[in-house]
């Protein structure tokens, strides 16, 4: 699915489009790359993403599997699936779609070497059962990492988007969700994976530095967000009021705004006996 340049983001784009076309390249394929250093890949590996979206940790892992290997991008919404292949690497595995929940994968028992999960974890709501369904369609041995946004600092550019809404009295919608839903600390990452059933837990503590085209376009990222569909249906005034406040936010009076996102990732071992 392709947006036009002059087709801003609440033109005919859907919440979907509009996280491919300015969250993925800036936030999610970094940190893909992140994912798979940490957790290593080999040639011929099949690989599972859980609530892959857009598909960058699956694009990601199937370059680095090869063509002898196989990718699997599990999502709950078929929309966000919808572009998963696009700029896929030609020489890489072949990628495969599945619209399903992290908690009921449609995969057979200890079928696959890795299992990945970025920045969709903190979206299932039985985080465990979860690690109990990647424990069960790894092979005995195999790894699952997850990677998810640190508690305790700033979520950059979600806080900003957040506080923009706030100082314009735009309700979010998210308000009723909890901050410590959506971020975790290495030791809530240690224990969910561990309480689901994987062993040798390692966990580390990442950083990283956004870099936007434009101010502008670390506003428009709010499209993609789940704040998209509050900000689609806004009077066009009222949107561009928003934009204007984030541009001006993010361009930090002339000086690029420091946008650092830390992340944990955690990663552990099927048991070898079931
Ligand atoms: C922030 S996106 C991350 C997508 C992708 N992993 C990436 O790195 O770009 C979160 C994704 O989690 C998916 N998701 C949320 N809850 C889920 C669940 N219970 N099971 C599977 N996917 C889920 C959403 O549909 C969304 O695509």
Redesign the pocket.
Known sequence: VTVSADDGPFGSATVAEN?RRY??PV??EP??LRLIEFVGLAPGDTVL?????????ARAAASAVGPGGRVIA????AA?LAGVAEGADAAGAPIETLV????ELAVADSSVDVVL????FQ???DRTA?VREFGRVLRPGGVAGVAVWRGGVRMEPFDTYGEAMGELGIESGFGAVPNSRLSMSEADVAETLTAGGLEGVEVVTVSLDLRWASPSDAARGIAGTPFGAVVSALDDERREELFALLSEKFAGGGAPRQQRQTAVLGKGVARASR
């Open positions: 996280y969250l993925q936030i999610f940190w893909a993403d859980v609530a892959a979206g857009t598909g960058a940790v599990s999502d709950i919404s966000m399903c929940s992290a908690t999960c970025q920045h969709g979206f299932i709501a979860a």
